[in-house]
């Protein structure tokens, strides 16, 4: 049986350090046991740190910025972890280099890493810096500790309050704040406190905090003059090219995303995130041999890593089977075998395995089997849980049918479907019509659904405008249920919210609305290549130890602010929001 003083001893500290010199290694090991550290993992490479960092939360990280081979470097794991919320807060995260550089150091400190070590270095200076760095973590607790106990609203008051009272660690309190504000869906104050930020001291982080809630807030043309004047401040800010190519996207600017991603691909060259948003964007943009190659290496760095989309492994089999590659989809199949192994409860997982083998099938020349598995999957495309990744793979699946010209008589009614159900904004329609773009016919009906979803929307707007709005709020239930499409859903719910007081049938509408939005389930409300919604480029780790589920869940905005891009018909009670004193 343990004793007393077992049971209140402290748990043991635990250390990873991430270096590939063996010399440099055993260094910083003694360094660490000196410091008390009693647990100590090394890595000798970026993959095998990636893996150890996703599955378990050291007490400290010291990772070498630079290493020799394959050009990986410990800024670029950084980044990946924190995009994917996989670093907690409550791990202090340090980088070691020789390299003094300015450069270096600049990007390391707008990484929200929390220190960086220039080699050499003695013992006292490493315990002064770890000790630092952990005060740090003491000051902000109680924010945290509020975000563990899913506080939020109290979290973000806890750093407004730090940051107007330029309490210690005041800067780093906005962007918690600032971030929580972003999340929680309160895109005006986020922005508030990301330029009282940059009035305060001006830090490309607040100004790329600007640029994240002008889009979440449907400003996507305004974030991007924003993000290029970034750009022109500083070249070689990664992140600003994240979410640049974000906006352009989101805009349906295609030709100008893919030199984005290009060139964040180009500054971090082995970073998974980066390599699967430049090779579905070279597929969407029909150059399918440079996806290929693209797709390929992200498989290689990162298949196992939780930082890789499964989406990425689909388009990649789209991409061989342009180029005839059997031994390609043959690899891409076995890949998809491994996975079903590990995520068979998936659903997502499947179709995409199905997707992948309706592609083998139609290369081995067995296009019955395949026009009966994709029959099979067409019957879901009324579903809710058919999003809009299926509806892309499934006009994809189409249009390699067409192009191979086999005859299907239902592909161009099944196109039409998926297209009034997703077509509801220009980069949405456009990505839609890109994934079918080897038949230019189903390329042009996804186009032309978008411009009937439109005119919808302005009949019935003229017609609540003219003194009949639940006549409107009816003609786009009506629409919404023979088409699924989200946007009339969510118009249908605004107009209702604005003009419920003169309506007598407001409460039997608002069940229409409730029931017809189970069945059109979830939709985007903006363009994303893969699932991107819990990577923010720019944006702080809000993940803590005590977190078992992974990272901090934040509740979504209310589903009548989000739908359009538009601000709510009611804003919320300005009582209730957080207020900022001028700097």
């Known amino acids: ?24 290694r ?62 907690p807060f409550s791990t202090v995260f340090f980088m070691v280099t020789s390299e003094a550089s300015y450069a270096a150091v600049a990007e390391a400190a707008e990484s929200a890493l ?6 050499p270095f003695t013992p006292s200076a490493l315990f002064e810096r770890l000790s630092l760095a952990r005060l740090r973590k003491i000051h902000l607790r109680p924010i945290f500790d509020a975000i563990e106990a899913e506080d939020f609203e109290r979290a973000a008051s806890l750093c407004v309050e730090r940051f107007e009272s330029r309490q210690p660690y005041w800067l780093y309190a906005a962007r918690i704040g600032s971030e929580l504000l972003l999340r929680l869906g309160r895109h005006d104050e986020a922005r508030t406190l990301f330029e009282a930020v940059i009035a305060a001291r001006a830090l490309p982080w607040a100004k790329l905090g600007v640029a994240r809630a002008q889009i979440e807030s449907g400003q996507a043309a305004r974030a991007i003059t924003t993000l290029q004047e970034l750009i022109g401040e500083d070249p070689s800010f990664a992140d600003a090219y994240d979410v640049l190519g974000r906006a352009q996207v989101e805009l349906g600017n ?41 797709l390929a290496r992200a498989a290689v760095l990162g298949i196992d890593s939780k930082l890789f989309d499964f989406q990425s492994l689909v388009l990649l089999t789209f991409s061989y089977f342009a180029e005839n590659d059997r031994k390609g989809i043959e690899r891409c199949m076995a890949d998809f075998g491994r996975i079903m192994e590990r995520h068979h409860a ?31 999957m067409a019957s879901e495309i009324t579903a809710s849980s058919f999003d809009f990744e299926a509806a892309c793979n499934m006009g994809s699946l189409l249009a390699v049918l067409a192009a191979t010209s086999i005859d299907l008589s239902e592909g161009e009614s099944w196109i039409q479907a998926l297209g009034l159900r997703y077509a509801n904004t220009r980069g949405l329609t456009e990505l839609l019509a890109n994934a079918c773009n080897l038949h230019e016919p189903y390329a042009a009906t996804v186009r032309d659904c978008l411009q009937h979803i439109n005119k919808t929307a302005e009949v019935a707007m003229a017609q609540s405008l003219s003194g009949d709005p639940a006549g ?20 249908s719910q605004q107009v209702l919210l604005r003009h419920s007081a003169r ?20 939709a985007p409300a903006r363009a994303i290549l893969g699932q991107d919604n819990e990577r923010r480029p720019g944006g702080v780790v809000l993940r803590v ?18 739908a359009t891009g538009a601000n709510p018909i009611d804003p919320p009670d300005p009582a209730a929001q957080l207020r900022l004193r001028p700097v």
């Not at 077992?6 to 063996?22: F, H, K, M, T, Y």
């Not at 409107?472 to 989200?486: C, W």
């Not at 608002?510 to 069945?519: F, G, W």
């Open 254 to 294: 295609f030709s100008q995303a893919i030199e984005t991603y290009r060139t964040a691909s180009s500054l971090t060259p082995d970073s998974v995130v980066r390599l699967q948003k430049l090779g579905m964007m070279s597929y969407y943009m029909g150059d399918r041999e440079t996806a290929a190659k693209i």
């Open 114 to 119: 929390d220190g960086y070590l220039l080699k």
């Open 503 to 522: 309506m007598e049938t407001a409460d039997a509408l608002q069940q229409d609305i409730d029931a017809l939005r189970q069945r059109v389930g979830s």
């Open 346 to 376: 998936s659903p997502r997982v499947q179709r995409f395995t199905d997707v992948a083998r309706v592609l083998q099938l139609i290369q081995q020349r067995q296009f019955s089997q395949a026009v009966e598995s994709i029959r099979a």
């Open 545 to 562: 130890r005590g977190a078992a589920d992974g990272p901090a869940r934040i509740p979504p905005p209310p589903q009548d602010s989000l």
């Open 26 to 87: 055993s260094i910083l090991v003694g360094q660490l046991r000196e410091y008390g550290v009693t647990r100590i993992v090394q890595c000798t490479r970026v993959q095998d740190a990636r893996n150890r960092l996703e599955h378990t939360v050291f007490d400290y990280v010291l990772c070498e910025q630079y290493f020799g081979e394959g050009g990986y470097s410990g800024q670029t794991l950084l980044d990946d972890l924190r995009r994917a919320q996989l670093l």
């Open 472 to 491: 409107a709020v009816r003609k786009l239930l009506r629409e919404a249920e023979r088409t699924l499409n989200s946007k009339l859903v969510d118009m």
């Open 1 to 24: 049986m343990a004793t007393e003083k077992e049971q209140s001893a402290p748990p043991p500290v635990l250390a990873l350090i991430v270096d590939s010199n063996a010399t440099s």
